[in-house]
Every structure is written in C-alpha cells, then in structure tokens.
C-alpha cells in the first residue's frame, strides 16, 4: 500500500490495482497535463494536474465501494477505471479536445488505444481484470459505470471541490462526503437516498457558478481559442493529430515554438500578451443559423470578417461555445420512496438551467490594436444585433455589467 499527501482529501491511500497502475507512463503524464488548461492565466494558482484529480477520483470511488457494498472484482475494476479515466487526455485537457476529436475521432474518455499501446492491459490482466470492461467503465457503461461517469459520479464531486480550492474560488464547495455516503442503487439505476434533493442540488449550484467564474471565463475562453488555433496549425504544419493528442502541455509549447506558423502564437501565449474581445455578444443577440456552426463555416466567417476589416486572416477568432447543457439535472432522487429526475422535483433546477442561458456569450477575439475594427466589422458580416456588446462602444458601467462574473483583465 501507498499513502499520498493530498491537498483535497488529505491522505489517501492507494493499493491493489491502481498502486500497480499508479507508476506507468500513462498515470505519470497525467502529472504534466493542468486541470484547467488555461485558467491558470485568470488564477495563478490554478496550477494542480489531471494527476492529482484521478487521485482524489480513485479515493472517493473507494468510499462510494465501501458504502455501496461493492467488493472483489467489481470494485477492482471500478478502482482501475477512476484511476485511469483520464489517461486519453491530451494537452491542456479540454482546450484542444474539439480539434483532436475533429481530426481522429476520438475523445479523452476513448482510452481503448491508450491501453494497447502501453502495460496497461498487462497489469489489469494480471490482476485478472478484462481492459476492455474497465475501458467500458471509463464511458460509463454498466452498472457501475456511472460511479465513474455518470451525473453522480465521483470525477465531478472532485474536480469542484479541487478546481475551487486551486483557483481560490468560494463556489465549488460540495459536501462530497454525504453525496458519497447518500448513493444506492435502486432498480440498477445509481440514485441519491431519500432526503437529499438539496444535496442533489449543492451539485448543480457549484457548477453553474463554477462555470462563469472559472470554466467559462472570458480570458480563459480567448487564450483556450488561441491554443486551438495553434493546434490546427500545426496539423496542418504537418503534425500527425494522433502525436499531438499523446503530447502533455510541456510538449505543445515547445511544438508551438518551434514550428514557424505558430511561434508568434507561442510568443503571445507565454507572455500573456492575449488577443482581446472584439465581440461579446449575449445569446439573444446571435441569429440563429450562427450558433451551431462547422469548423470550415467558422473559418470562413474569421476569413471574411478580416477581409473587410483589413487585417491578417489569423488576426480573427469566432469562438461559438455550444448550447448550454446541465448534464446533472438529470439526477436521479428519491422522494416519498419513488425515484425521480432532479429536474422534475427541483424548480431550482430550471431557474439555473435559464441563468446558464443567460451567462452564455459569443466571442470574436482579434489582437488589442484592431479589436475595435474587427468588432464592427463582425456586426457587419455576422448580423449581429449586438445592443451595446461591441466592445468599442461599451460605456463604462456596461463593461463593469459584462465583467460582472470576471477576476482578469482581459
């Protein structure tokens, strides 16, 4: 057994499997990939690593399996499963995730290839686990998939625990403890015990105020669109999509910086020197037809958005977030014996499901010298009904309105 300092959970204690897993090259890199990809830039504490996050996923899935009952090899492969769900990141975690996904189809949680090039299948097998059922796991597949990923899962009653810690953030603070203490299974479907709607519901105000503060905020958002920028670039520089999704955030850099088209990126990045919001525009502000665009469509758009401002094609960013969505509102609850979707029983569910709408924003992102340029000419092309988002006309008290959820200056 090997017992770890931890900065969330304190001492946790790390045996059978996922000790044997613990050392491969694949769990060690983790130690090298940031938990918040770029928020780091808005907190500069925001320093922890997926490494640290699988750790405290291991630990709380060993609670859940001592308080479910799970035992043998069903919990083994649950162990195995949260301290390797995170083995198919690549760098800066979510940050290029789109872009890897766009050139090989896969996303971090498909691990299948991870294993096979690696000891992994080997340890498992050892410890007469299958690599494909806990790979299965890791999608949440199977009844136990969904401690591992599911709307109850132990990643997220981590990760908002850990993130809020490192950023310094009051808001992502969860009683993970009675969460894990409160889990049954009912009917094979995981659930909270009766009584816990509020404990149900902590889960889902952390992450709506969360996500503003810290997952979405807006420097956050530009230097997240400039790395994917740089990730495109350098596919089409020549680097194979399968080679940058296996690279850790040390990589990427040094790949960035060395490659031609994107050194002035790399430049900017590592000196902060960020592109500005030209455009923040609110969502019932966008046409419609602009919100559900493909990567050409995007590219296409930032080509004619420069042409008539008369800069650099690479001198504008379109970066469209998809529709708000609130995974965890489907919580399954016990009340008065019967199981019940959070969202049926919850009408604090619906008002964050219209705030998360109401935080939602459109951003185009061009260099600070022709942000105003490119902000008007955006309007003229997009058809932007922006009623005062063009950040060139802001008046004093509506940036102050529009940075209402911000902590940098960006």
């Known amino acids: 057994m090997k017992t770890i300092k931890d900065s969330v959970h304190d001492h946790i204690e790390v045996d059978g499997v996922a000790r044997a ?41 060993c609670e859940a399996l001592s308080q479910l009952g799970i035992e043998g090899r069903a919990a083994e492969r649950v162990r195995a499963a949260a301290i390797l769900h995170d083995v198919g990141h690549g760098p800066y975690s979510h940050n290029v995730e789109d872009v890897i996904e766009r050139h090989t189809g896969k996303y971090h949680e498909d691990v299948a290839d991870v294993f096979a090039d690696s000891a992994i299948p080997g340890i498992l097998r050892e410890h007469d686990l299958e690599p494909d059922r806990v790979a299965g796991l890791i999608h949440g597949e199977g009844q136990y998939g969904g401690l591992v990923s599911g709307e109850l899962d132990v990643d997220r009653m981590d990760y908002l625990v850990r993130d809020a810690h490192h950023t310094g953030v009051p808001y992502g603070t969860i009683d993970h403890g009675r969460l894990v203490r409160e889990l049954r299974f009912v009917d094979g479907e995981l659930v909270l015990a009766e009584g816990n709607v509020q404990s149900a519901e902590s889960l889902l105000v952390a992450r709506a105020l969360m996500n503003p503060t810290v997952y979405s905020h807006h420097v956050a958002r530009i230097s997240k669109s400039m790395l994917r920028r740089g990730a495109e670039r350098l596919i089409e520089s020549g680097t194979d999509p399968e080679e940058l999704r296996r690279m850790d955030d040390h990589d990427l850099l040094v790949a960035l910086r060395t490659t031609e088209t994107t050194e002035g990126l790399a430049r900017r990045f590592a000196r902060r020197d960020l592109f500005k919001r030209a455009v923040w525009a609110e969502y019932r502000d966008v046409p419609g037809d602009l919100l559900d665009l493909d990567h050409e469509a995007v590219v296409e758009y930032e080509q004619r958005i420069a042409d008539r401002a008369s800069v650099e094609d690479d001198a504008v960013i379109l970066d ?57 000419a955006t309007e003229a092309v997009l058809g932007l009904d922006t009623d005062g988002t063009l950040i060139s006309d802001m008046r004093p008290g509506l940036h102050t309105t529009l940075d209402r959820f911000g902590a940098g200056g960006n």
Do not use: C
């Open 21 to 61: 897993l613990l050392d491969t090259p694949e769990v060690q890199r983790l130690r090298h990939i940031k938990q918040l990809g770029t928020v780091s830039l808005v907190y500069p504490s925001a320093n922890h690593t997926r490494f640290e996050h699988s750790l405290g996923v291991y630990h709380l899935a």
């Open 320 to 376: 469209v977030p998809g529709a708000p969505t609130m995974t965890e509102s489907s919580t399954r609850v016990v009340v008065g014996g019967e199981t019940r979707r959070l969202d049926e029983q919850s009408p604090l569910v619906r008002t964050l499901q219209q705030s998360q709408l109401n935080q939602w924003r459109f951003g185009v992102y061009a260099p600070d010298d022709v942000a105003d340029r490119v902000g008007h």
